[in-house]
Each structure stands twice: as C-alpha cells, then as structure tokens.
C-alpha cells in the first residue's frame, strides 16, 4: 500500500482528491491537513510514500514546508493553480505537480510516474536542486535536471542547442556533444524553454535562439553545424525573431 498525505487548505480539494485516490486500490490517505505547521508535525511522526502538496496556502507555501524539511524521505506532487515561476521550478527540477482543478487522468498519469520513480537512488539529489532552483531570482537562472546513466547533472538553457523529439521522447543535444534523452513530450521543453528565448522551428525540433547563425534557404543554420528546416507554418515567426 502507497501511504499518502494531503496538504491543502481547500477542503472541498482535499475532499475531491481523496475520492479520486480512492478509486485507485494501491493507494491509501493516511493522514491530511490545512497548513504547513501540521503537516510538519505529522510527517515527524508518520511515514508517508507520497506527500499532494498545495503550493499556496495561508500561513505558509507548500514551498516553505519543504524548505523547512531540507530533504524528505517521500515523493511529492505538487497541486496547485496556475503560478507561471512556480511551476517552471517544478519543472524543471523534475518534480511532478497536477493544476487544479485536479483531472482523474492526469492524476493517473501522475501516479504512473511515481510508481515508476520509486527505486530512483538520487532522490536527494532532486531536491536539493529543486531547493536550489527556488532560491533563484528569475527564470533564466533555473537548471534542468537531467539524467544520463546513472549520474544526474543540472544544465542551464544556455547550454542546450537544440532538443528534437523521438515520439513521446526529446532528445537534448548540448553544446559540449553530450546528448540526454527525457521521458518528457518536446511539446513540455517548447512550454519550459520558449521563454529562455528557444524557437519552436517545426513539428520535431525547438532550437536555442542564440546558437543559430543564419538561415540557408528555408534552413536554420545553428553554430554545431546541425540544420532544420523551418516549417511554413513556423517561418513568420521565425524569420521575426531572427531580425529582432
């Protein structure tokens, strides 16, 4: 069994979330609260598996609780509104979160995720970027968190030339020739890195503004000498970036 925790001051929420995770059997909520000075005192004294942790609340953000924890021994999925810096944190930290109002199907998708993480040995590695990617003032100082084998490394947008996608896959190219493989949509790094001043060029690839040299033709010419053609649908917006 899963032991879960909900942490969300919206009651009518947590009551809707709770019946959701009912209709799931490995699940089970082992204990929920409405503020993050409860939640801190019921995770010293129970063990959970999985933390839902609103990101806005009264008297203190889900982020100040884990702040406040340094690590933790359990996975969370965040479960918020839409708060742009707060989920580009997220995401690019690698950590899951549901926008609410919460959807069975993502939920599922969510939970999917989790169950597949569960062995992941560098949990505390995650967090203490995530913790690091909070602290930063704006955007375009958030690190990806990115795996390849069994190391974990943080890369800036800066570093990333291209990323193309491999059906449900994207295949990061950075600019050292390292290349890293993500179980996330190209359509997910489009939302994360557009405005890092990325530029979606067609149906397969996003390319990084700043490594591109020229267009040849209907090609963007990018300074590792890796070319795309620039889809019809794309090329106003393109051709308007590349003047500016």
Request: a negative charge.
């Amino acid at each position: 069994m899963i032991k879960v925790m909900l942490v969300d001051d919206d009651g009518e929420g947590r009551s809707y979330l709770r019946s959701l995770l009912a209709g799931h059997a490995d699940i089970g909520v082992v204990e929920e609260t409405d503020n993050i000075t409860d939640a801190r005192q019921l995770l010293a004294n129970t063990a959970v598996d999985l933390l839902f942790l609103d990101v806005e609340m009264p008297g203190g953000s889900g982020f100040e609780l884990l702040k406040q924890l340094g690590t933790w021994p359990f996975a969370v999925i965040f479960t918020t509104g839409f708060q742009r810096y707060a989920i580009q944190a997220i995401r690019f930290s690698a950590l899951d979160y549901l926008l609410k109002p919460v959807q069975p199907d993502e939920l599922a998708d969510a939970l999917q995720r989790f169950r597949q993480r569960q062995l992941s040995v560098d949990r505390t590695t995650h967090q203490q970027q995530f913790l690091h990617n909070l602290a930063q003032p704006d955007e375009r100082s958030l690190k990806l968190t990115l795996t390849l084998g069994e190391r974990t490394y943080f890369i800036s947008p800066a570093e990333i030339t291209h990323c193309t996608a491999d059906d449900n896959y994207t295949e990061l190219h950075i600019h050292d020739g390292r290349r890293f493989v993500s179980a996330r949509t190209l359509k997910d790094y489009e939302d994360m890195l557009l405005p890092m001043g990325f530029l979606r060029v067609n149906r397969s690839a996003l390319v990084n503004r700043s490594q591109i040299t020229h267009m040849d033709g209907l090609d963007v010419v990018l300074r590792n000498k890796a070319r795309f053609e620039v889809s019809r649908r794309k090329r106003e917006d393109v051709v308007k970036a590349l003047a500016r």
